[in-house]
């Protein structure tokens, strides 16, 4: 074929004629029939033409990425990523546009259906240029033919109406398509069309029809509750063949899933939520991607996935990476291991990864004015490409939040993995720097495990109950910032914080428990459904802690007596904390266990938040005396009952009762 398309290029209609007309040597016998000959040969190429075309390679184009960018960006350099067919001796101009646009670098991966393009914008303004793939028609005259256009929109930047999420917010972590949905069936059916898993029903681990314009339709429900902020679960498109409602097994990064909606109205539901004064936080994955991503069907390079793209299962240790005696083996196991066979495992040391991945973020931020983001499996990606990712992100937009999910049972371990840790800075970087994650948020699963637990134990002086708790906070040295830590109750990967029916009616827990996640140190987030109290255990499935938040429950009349005081209690305390900077900025001051009770401060300026929490199953007597550096009034408003309460002499408090005195 190779043959007969360089045959169809290189003969022209001036060789046919050549061939025809040229004078025979010899007989007329022998010209008639050279003549003939010579005829048949031609009319054999003319008729051959048309085949001769069709057999020429066609050029697809089946992605460019990113989806159009911003004139003015930080870091002017651009990485346009074009897959599709056809590719092969094409060369990428850029054509149109008002100029300023330049072309510094074309990267041709091993895999012919990539070509990567870096390209300088920083002298250009907003303007629609053309991307033109050319390839030579003639090279003795300098002639070129294009045989592709693509159109690419640099945008005007709009200023950013939010900062980004801090101690002062309280985030509600909700799974999107077990949520709400604000669609008909008739347009769920259309919106599932074409995709692999193209149903939703009732089971636990199948999509259950949750989308965008549910999430939109209980804004006002959320912001009557007094959240702050919101983080759903990965919104992007999973098109696996089962089980992807949960939004971790990415198949395109800039892509909205349809079944949730599209871009524009993911972007709408942004401004919706600023409207109601509710940040967005969006949840990333950068550590893997789906099997049925494009980028891994079809990679660019071996060397785009970890192991040469070969599955190596990961070993689930995060705490390996920061473990001064780990071995190298168990290091690279923990970093370059596979999340799942079909979670391929990303590789951010290859410098092209980086860039792609690094820019999809940066797309979202500027595309949808999103205020914060989620980034899952932190610990599992390679430390200098998420170092990098940080500080990309701070220097475009300075003072933006990012919380990375570090899943490991230790404060030690969970702290090597913030900004300015000294831990973490014994260790040197490949550049011989002291090891710094620049990530200013991470999860706190020691103080998760405790605030489930410490509550259903009776407090002692030492080592049960509220003892414990003490002690763990005394541990927050290990902290660069301890204010800036996420603390939570559950969340979409663990048991429900009430875990059966028996503990959902034991509403005396929960309010212990959310009174501490509130006014203790950190950026408290809530999992949906705690505040209605909603329940599940994880012994079931995952699926099981995710069901559909009930519709009724929206709505005052549509919740029972003990969901409605639930909702109440929450509801009191949320919007209590909104805009308390003694609870947002202020060190704190505690105390240890006496009778049962531990009793701290959070003391910013001339404002002071004192708790009192009984951690026993019976009354016990507080000598305010004892209290009195944090106590500095005689009189103060209690929060949750609403209250005045007098602070001199003795004060009893009722068994496992909380409280809390705003001074």
């Not at 609870?583 to 300026?605: E, L, P, S």
């Amino acid at each position: 074929m190779a043959f007969i398309f360089s045959l169809y290029t290189h003969t022209t209609l001036k060789n046919i004629a050549y061939l025809c007309h040229r004078k025979p040597e010899k007989t007329t016998y022998s010209y008639l029939l050279m003549k003939k000959t010579r005829l048949l040969f031609a009319a054999f190429l003319l008729a051959l033409c048309p085949l001769l075309r069709a057999a020429a390679p066609k050029t697809n184009i089946s992605h460019v990425h990113p989806k159009g960018w911003w004139a003015g960006m930080h870091n002017p350099r651009l990485q346009i990523l074009i897959h599709g067919t056809g590719l092969e001796g094409l060369t990428p101009e850029l054509r149109g546009g008002l100029g300023g646009v330049r072309i510094e670098k074309v990267i041709r991966p091993e895999n012919p259906h990539y070509l990567i393009l870096y390209v300088n914008t920083a002298q250009a303004q907003a303007q629609t240029f053309h991307i033109c793939l050319v390839r030579d028609a003639n090279k003795k005259k300098g002639k070129k033919m294009v045989v592709k256009e693509i159109p690419f929109e640099l945008r005007e930047r709009k200023p950013r109406s939010m900062k980004s999420f801090d101690a002062g917010d309280v985030i509600y972590l909700l799974m999107p398509d077990r949520f709400a949905t604000g669609t008909t069936d008739a347009q769920k059916v259309q919106m599932y069309k074409g995709m692999k898993e193209n149903h939703w029903g009732q089971a636990d681990m199948e999509r259950r029809g949750g989308d965008l314009a549910g999430m939109r339709k209980h804004l006002d429900y959320l912001q009557e509750l007094g959240i702050t902020a919101i983080w759903p679960t990965p919104t992007l498109v999973n098109d696996m063949e089962k089980e992807s409602y949960h939004g971790y097994a990415i198949t395109d990064y800039y892509e909205t899933d349809p079944r949730l909606g599209t871009n524009e109205e993911y972007r709408t539901w942004v401004q919706e939520c600023h409207e109601h004064g509710i940040k967005v936080v969006k949840d990333i994955v950068f550590n893997h991607c789906a099997s049925e991503n494009f980028l891994f069907k079809d990679k660019p390079q071996k060397d785009w996935f970890s192991y040469d793209s070969q599955y190596v299962q990961t070993t689930y240790k995060t705490a390996t990476p920061g473990d001064p005696h780990a071995s190298g083996t168990d290091r690279k196991l923990t970093i370059d291991g596979w999340f799942t066979q079909s979670m391929p495992d990303l590789n951010g040391r290859n410098p092209l990864v980086a860039d792609y991945l690094i820019q999809t973020s940066l797309w979202w931020i500027e595309y949808a004015g999103i205020d914060g983001i989620r980034q899952d499996t932190y610990p599992y990606n390679d430390f200098g490409f998420m170092r990098r990712w940080c500080e990309e992100i701070e220097a475009a937009y300075p003072g933006f939040n990012i919380v990375g999910e570090t899943w490991i049972n230790n404060p030690v371990a969970v702290s090597y993995w913030q900004k300015d840790s000294p831990l973490a800075a014994k260790d040197k970087d490949d550049q011989g720097r002291p090891m710094n994650s620049q990530l200013r948020t991470v999860m706190d699963f020691p103080m998760m495990y405790m605030l489930t637990s410490c509550v259903d134990e009776e407090t002692d002086t030492w080592d049960h109950g509220f003892a414990r708790l003490c002690d763990l906070i005394g541990q927050d040295r290990v902290y660069a910032d301890p204010n800036s830590v996420l603390t939570f109750l559950a969340n979409h990967d663990t048991n429900r914080f009430q875990r059966t029916e028996e503990e959902a009616q034991n509403i005396t827990r929960y309010k212990q428990a959310l009174a501490l996640l509130l006014t203790l140190r950190g950026i408290p987030q809530l999992y949906y459904g705690d505040e209605i109290g909603m329940y599940a255990n994880k012994s079931v499935n995952d699926g099981a802690l995710r069901q559909m938040f009930p519709e009724a429950a929206f709505r005052a009349e549509g919740r029972t007596a003990l969901q409605q005081e639930y909702f109440d209690y929450t509801k009191r305390l949320l919007n209590w904390r909104k805009g308390n900077e003694a609870i947002a900025r202020g060190h704190m001051v505690h105390f240890t266990v006496r009778n049962g009770v531990y009793v701290y401060a959070r003391i910013w300026k001339d404002k002071v938040v004192t708790v009192l929490a009984n951690g026993t199953g019976k009354e016990a007597e507080v000598d305010t005396e004892t209290y009195r550096e944090v106590l500095p009034r005689h009189k103060a408003n209690e929060v949750i009952s609403g209250q005045q309460v007098t602070l001199t002499g003795l004060i009893t408090l009722a068994p496992k009762q909380i409280m809390i005195i705003d001074n």
